[in-house]
């Protein structure tokens, strides 16, 4: 029985790794663009790219950005993001103006990892977050400009008015290539 669950395993494994397979000009080649935008579930406070909204007993916050990159060669791009957002709760009451820069590997052109450091300036704060971010997923290419990417990824704090805040999340990312 096991000798068949492997077998199965390598015969799916191959067969995705072949339908992913990309020629000379594909999603994740040099010189293509790459325009995301994610749902961040456990974001850290500021420091947020993508969309998210929540509230919990009156207490509200959201976010809206996104990131775009650049393949300086195949299955690497250099990466930016921007967002905008605020919190309106007992503790905060402000408006927040985040970033990221950072690089995005896509192992054998569907699996991809992420390295950044991300920022945000907070109004009224002594100290802004900053976090270095590392972060998986797989990639499921829809044709041949738009991506699903659900992914795991870790937020680690970089400041002392943070510390406490690492933070996991999960995200589904949503992007365009061309």
């Known amino acids: 029985m096991r000798k068949i669950i492997l077998v199965l395993v390598v015969v799916l494994t191959s067969s995705l790794v ?8 594909g999603q994740t080649s040099e010189g293509k663009w790459l325009i995301e935008v994610n749902t961040g579930f456990g974001t850290p406070m500021g420091a947020n790219t993508g969309f998210s909204y929540s509230s919990t007993n009156g207490d509200s916050v959201y976010n809206i950005g996104a990131e775009a990159g ?35 590997y896509y192992i054998v052109s569907m699996f991809p990892v992420q390295v950044d450091y991300s920022g945000a300036t907070m109004k009224d704060e002594p100290e802004d977050p900053s976090y ?36 996991f999340q999960v995200n589904v990312g949503f992007a365009l290539h061309f």
């Open 18 to 25: 072949n339908a992913q397979e990309k020629k000379g000009d």
């Open 70 to 104: 650049y393949f300086v060669v195949n299955d690497l791009a250099v990466k930016v993001g921007l967002g905008y957002g605020g919190m309106n709760t007992d503790i905060f009451d402000t408006n927040i103006f985040s970033y990221k820069i950072g690089a995005k």
């Open 132 to 167: 270095l971010g590392l972060q998986a997923g797989y990639a499921w290419f829809l044709g041949s400009n738009v991506s699903i990417e659900p992914g795991i990824r870790y937020n680690l704090s970089l400041n002392n008015n943070y510390s406490d805040q690492d933070t």
